[in-house]
T-cell receptor, first 114, second 115 residues
Framework: NAGVTQTPKFQVLKTGQSMTLQCAQDMNHNSMYWYRQDPGMGLRLIYYSASEGTTDKGEVPNGYNVSRLNKREFSLRLESAAPSQTSVYFC?????????????FGDGTRLSIL | AQSVAQPEDQVNVAEGNPLTVKCTYSVSGNPYLFWYVQYPNRGLQFLLKYITGDNLVKGSYGFEAEFNKSQTSFHLKKPSALVSDSALYFCAVRDMSGGYQKVTFGTGTKLQVIP
């Protein structure tokens, strides 16, 4: 059972380049999330998708876009990468956004912007 | 607005000793509370949750947490620490009143279990 799968695991970009981070879940969850993790700041929500066909901004959406391609897949795009976007990015999913069920996380994408 | 605080960046404990990782929260209504663990180069893994009912919640790997409404705390505990418990621990809260509220994560506490 794969759970939440993120690709790639590592990436180095130059400032101004674009990139899409991929995420897929096989748990038939309705809600999916993108977070970034920075030292001393915990996890900050970038965007979320409560259900297929909907997306909403989180705490730190600037510089990012998302696409909920179908129920399984939720991608995060950096249109013009900046050094401030160097971070570890985590995708997560949950049964529903308003449920008491926990979120399930992928193993992250470690992104460096030079 | 909801918030969660983990006042200790790092907790050191000797193997075999009891451990406590602290968490306090602030919500306007009733909270859902969660603990997650993160091992190096891995995503967060769910440990346990408090929804309602018994204030002592038991979870995975021998961990438990005590919900204290008057002190707005949800401390993570384990009677006897293992070296393999060394990891980063996150507390999270969701306010269940007044419509949708996202989950807010704490900044994490690094647990170091010393052999």
């Amino acid at each position: 059972n794969a759970g939440v799968t993120q690709t790639p695991k590592f990436q180095v970009l130059k400032t101004g380049q674009s990139m899409t981070l991929q995420c897929a879940q096989d748990m038939n969850h309705n809600s999916m999330y993108w977070y970034r993790q920075d030292p001393g700041m915990g996890l900050r929500l970038i965007y979320y998708s409560a259900s297929e066909g909907t997306t909403d901004k989180g705490e730190v959406p600037n510089g990012y876009n998302v696409s909920r391609l179908n129920k399984r897949e939720f991608s995060l795009r950096l249109e013009s990468a900046a050094p401030s976007q160097t971070s570890v990015y985590f995708c997560a999913s949950s049964l529903r956004q308003d449920s008491n069920q926990p979120q399930h996380f992928g193993d992250g994408t470690r992104l460096s912007i030079l | 607005a909801q918030s969660v605080a983990q006042p200790e960046d790092q907790v050191n404990v000797a193997e075999g000793n009891p451990l406590t990782v602290k968490c306090t929260y602030s919500v306007s209504g009733n909270p859902y509370l969660f603990w997650y663990v993160q091992y190096p180069n891995r995503g967060l893994q769910f440990l346990l949750k408090y929804i309602t009912g018994d204030n002592l919640v038991k979870g995975s790997y021998g961990f438990e947490a005590e919900f204290n409404k008057s002190q707005t705390s949800f401390h993570l505990k384990k009677p006897s620490a293992l070296v393999s418990d060394s990891a980063l621990y996150f507390c999270a809260v969701r306010d269940m009143s007044g419509g949708y509220q996202k989950v807010t994560f704490g900044t994490g506490t690094k647990l170091q279990v010393i052999p």
